[in-house]
C-alpha cells in the first residue's frame, strides 16, 4: 500500500514524462527525423521546430525532464513489487535512452 507521499511522487514523476511529451511531441517527431520524413510533419502544442533546430540544448532538457520521471516510475514500481509497471517502465526507459542516443551520437541529423 501506497502512503500519501508515495503517490504524490508517483503522479510528479507521470507528469514529468507526460507534459513533456503532450505538449512538444518529441519522441515522435525525432523518430520522423530518423526515419527520413520532413520535421515538421508533426506539429507542437507550444512552440515550432525551428526553435529546437536552433536550440538542441533545450530539447536535451526536455529528453534528460522525461527520462528522470521515468526511472522515478520504475524506482516506485521496483519499490513496492509492481513487476508489470516495472517492466513497461524500463521499456519506456530503454526506449527514450535509444532515441535520445541515436539522435545526438548521430549529430543531430534533422532533415527539413
Not at 502544442?45 to 538542441?56: A, G, R
Request: charged residues 10%; proline residues 3%.
Amino acid at each position: 500500500m501506497m502512503t500519501k507521499i508515495q503517490k504524490i511522487w508517483m503522479w510528479i514523476s507521470v507528469a514529468m514524462f507526460a507534459l513533456p511529451e503532450i505538449l512538444f511531441f518529441t519522441t515522435p517527431a525525432l523518430l520522423m527525423s530518423i526515419l527520413g520524413k520532413s520535421f515538421t510533419e508533426i506539429s507542437s502544442l507550444l512552440v515550432s521546430y525551428k526553435f529546437f533546430l536552433s536550440y538542441p540544448l533545450f530539447l536535451l532538457f526536455i529528453t534528460a525532464v522525461e527520462w528522470v520521471g521515468v526511472m522515478g516510475l520504475l524506482i516506485l514500481s521496483i519499490k513496492f513489487n509492481k513487476k508489470v509497471f516495472a517492466i513497461l517502465s524500463g521499456i519506456l526507459l530503454l526506449w527514450l535512452f535509444f532515441v535520445f542516443g541515436l539522435v545526438y551520437i548521430t549529430g543531430f541529423s534533422i532533415n527539413f
